[in-house]
C-alpha cells in the first residue's frame, strides 16, 4: 500500500502572547501617532497619565516599568481646534463621551482605544483640590516627546486615587523618583497619601 505524508498546516490566528504583543505594538503606534501629529501641528502638549509614569519610571530603570494601554494627553482648552485638526490628519476623530473629550481611531472608534484628553490648568472633578498641572509645567524627556512635570503628575496621581493610580506612584518610589521631600509641597490630604505609600515602602 502506498503510504502519502500529510503536511500539518500552522494556524494562521495568532496565540494570546502575539496577541498581547500586538496590543502593546498598538498603543505605542498610537501614541507616536498623536504626539507627533501635535509637535507638527505645533499644539503645545504633555503625555500624563500611565505612559507619563513609564517614562519618567524608564529614566531611572527601564526593567521597572509597567504596561498600560491608556494614552493621556494634556492641552489647553482653546487648543482644541488645531488639536483636532492634527488627530484628523493622523486618521483620528474628535468624541465626547459622559464629558470626557477623546480621539478615537477612524477605522476602529473603540473607546478602549481612545486617546483621552485633559485639560490643562482645569480640575478635573470639581472636589479636587487643584487643577491639572498647566503646560509650563512638563518637560522633553526625549526628542518629540513632552511629559508632565514629575511633581505635576504626583499630584495627578494622588487626586486621582485610584488603585492603578497607587499603583503608579508606588513604581515612582520604588525607583527613587518620588519621596518625602514632596510631602511638604502637598495640601493636607495630598499629603496625607503620599506619606500613606511612603510609610508602606519604607522610605
Known amino acids: 500500500m502506498e503510504s502519502r505524508i500529510v503536511p500539518i498546516i500552522e494556524s494562521a490566528s495568532p496565540g494570546p502572547w502575539e496577541k498581547y504583543r500586538m496590543a502593546l505594538d498598538d498603543v505605542t503606534a ?3 501617532r498623536i504626539t507627533k501629529a501635535l509637535h507638527e501641528a505645533g499644539v503645545a502638549y504633555a503625555l500624563v497619565g500611565g505612559q507619563a509614569v513609564a517614562i519618567w519610571v524608564a529614566t531611572r530603570d527601564p526593567a521597572a516599568v509597567r504596561t498600560t494601554k491608556d494614552v493621556d494627553i494634556l492641552v489647553k482648552r482653546q487648543d482644541l481646534p488645531p488639536a483636532r485638526a492634527a488627530a484628523l490628519a493622523a486618521g483620528m476623530e474628535y468624541f465626547e463621551l459622559m ?3 477623546m480621539f478615537l481611531e477612524k477605522s ?3 473607546p478602549r482605544k481612545a486617546v483621552h484628553l485633559v485639560w490643562a490648568g482645569e480640575k478635573v472633578r470639581p472636589e479636587y483640590p487643584l487643577p491639572s498641572p498647566t503646560l509650563d ?3 522633553m524627556l526625549e526628542p518629540s516627546k513632552h511629559v508632565v512635570s514629575l511633581p505635576g503628575l504626583v499630584v495627578m496621581k ?3 486615587n485610584r488603585d492603578q ?3 503608579h506612584l508606588r513604581d515612582l518610589i520604588e525607583v527613587s523618583l518620588v519621596g518625602r521631600d514632596m510631602v ?3 495640601p493636607g490630604e495630598l499629603a ?3 506619606d500613606a505609600l511612603l510609610t508602606e515602602a519604607g522610605r
Open 99 to 101: 464629558g470626557v473629550g
Open 184 to 186: 511638604q509641597t502637598l
Open 108 to 110: 476602529d472608534p473603540n
Open 158 to 160: 494622588l487626586m486621582a
Open 30 to 32: 498610537r501614541l507616536e
Open 137 to 139: 509645567q512638563s518637560e
Open 165 to 167: 493610580d497607587r499603583v
Open 192 to 194: 496625607a497619601r503620599l
